[in-house]
């Protein structure tokens, strides 16, 4: 949780869900395992599924952060990947 939380503080300048300048958008959810990785890519896609698509088109990426680990992508796109791989 404490993991979880600090990323989201991190992202909180975007929340959870990332804009794009030029107005594309992303799907962020955060885990701290890689244990918890399918789980992360089933609640980001819960969160794409609740937005108006229609209206805003379908995300840029769908991304999952974890502590650790590697960066792998799922079936369906999405990013999985640690903390440390985001930095610049």
Do not use: C, Y
């Amino acid at each position: 949780m404490l993991f979880e939380s600090a990323v989201v503080h991190d992202l909180a300048v975007f929340d959870a869900v990332v804009t794009i300048p030029d107005g594309r958008w992303g799907a962020v959810e955060v885990k701290l395992g890689g244990g918890q990785i399918a789980a992360g890519v089933q609640s980001v896609n819960r969160v794409v599924e609740q937005i108006d698509t229609d209206a805003l088109g379908e995300p840029a990426f769908r991304l999952v952060v974890t502590g650790t680990g590697p960066t792998l992508v799922a079936d369906d796109g999405t990013v999985i990947t640690s903390l440390r791989n985001l930095a610049p």
